[in-house]
């Protein structure tokens, strides 16, 4: 008889179990969009030569972009800028994939965590360390939720990967990508940006003393310190210095400016250097993305703004 009772207790137990998990289950499904099980992902993997440990990291291509988004854009942004990061970090790494392109020291990997090679990512165990454990547990949420709301989103524009660069802060207008590499691409096209002005890099200043200068120019004397040319964006093409001719690029790169759109004056044995905007300038800027987003545009409005004439295609 008492077996016959626990039985049917037993029974009665695993009935209600059953109805509890279908009732809360489903919606949970809904609102926290949990994949079903038996439906079938093909997320590309990636290998990535961690420079900090000096390691080959084997992942998914969406657990690396989850790591490039924390590197490469603050977690503060609105959640549409980090949507917009996390489609243009996943292409970046997915051209490099489908063009077999690799590390050139380390050829057995796709991507470095070097951010000069391509771009930056960083651990949770060193987001936990930099951030602390409570705002970890805040930011990591949001930076899945940009992940996952865009999971195998990439740009493309007739019908392949675009090369997806990006930058902190244009300064007011982005560049043509021909004007800072050698290849014009037709979705990486010059556009007006307002949209980045509380940047704290948008106006910026740099000042060196001569003797500083001139090491670093490689010139033997200060001389005519003035801009010859500049492009339609108002970046530099070329100035003079000491008799001699640079591209705005390596100028920039010389002396370590925040970017090529810049005035120079000469004051006494001080060079002094006005600066806008921080990076290349080509791409989507982050800073514009960010204030694209808390005017009201999508993340799919954004990317369509900064990359001309793409399409955004679901892969998996």
Known sequence: MRRRIRRKRLVLFKWITAIALILLGIPLLFIYGVRIP?????????????????????????????????AE??????????????????????QRIVNNIRVS?????????????????????????????????????????????????IATYQGKPILAVYHSTSGGRTENSEHYWSEALPYLRSVADPYG?????YYTTAVFSAPEFMQLMEVSSVGRVQVLER???????????GNKWFSGRDVRQRLGLRSTWFTVSVSGDKIQFAVWGYGHGVGMSQYGADGMARA????????????????????Y
């Open 197 to 201: 002005n509380h940047s704290p890099y």
């Open 296 to 315: 009201g545009y999508d993340y799919r409005q954004i990317l369509q703004y900064y990359y001309q004439g793409i399409s955004l295609d679901k892969l």
């Open 231 to 241: 492009y339609p964006s108002g970046r530099v093409k070329t100035m003079e210095s």
């Open 73 to 94: 854009m603050p977690a503060h942004f609105h959640l549409e800028a980090l949507k917009a990061q996390a489609v243009v970090a996943r292409t970046y790494a997915y």
């Open 105 to 153: 020291d380390h050829p057995e990997a796709h991507l470095s965590t070097d951010y000069t090679t391509g771009q930056a990512w960083v651990s949770t165990e060193e987001l936990k360390s930099r951030w602390g454990l409570v705002d970890y547990l805040i930011n990591w949420r949001k930076i899945n939720q940009a992940v996952a709301q865009t999971q195998g989103i």
């Open 38 to 70: 038996w439906k079938a992902r093909h997320v590309p993997m990636i290998n990535l030569w961690d420079v900090e440990t000096s390691r080959l990291l084997t992942m998914t291509l969406d657990e690396y972009v989850k790591g490039v988004v924390a």
